[in-house]
């Protein structure tokens, strides 16, 4: 299992480095009014991607360090009691003539 997990790792280096070597021509980059840079269009792209990783990772954190306080005062409040099984019915009364 683990020569198909390194199989694919080693997959997805050799398509990104493919990838980086096939798409090295420099693109303009426009921002404020009368500027441009010209970068290759890899560091483009995988600065795009950081910035894609990054904002997500900010969007998560409220999520993350809301379960954690949660877990902390879970564990942290007394356990419940546990739930008790209701009372088993009374048997129905047995007619001593069988009717």
Partial sequence: MQALAWFFRIAIVLVLAWFALKNSHLVDLHGLPEQSVQAPL??????????????????WLPTVVRNRREIARLRRSPPAAPPQAPAPAPAPPTDAHGV
């Fill in 42 to 59: 890899v560091f483009v792209v995988l600065v795009a991607f950081i910035v894609g990783v990054v904002i997500g990772l900010l969007a």
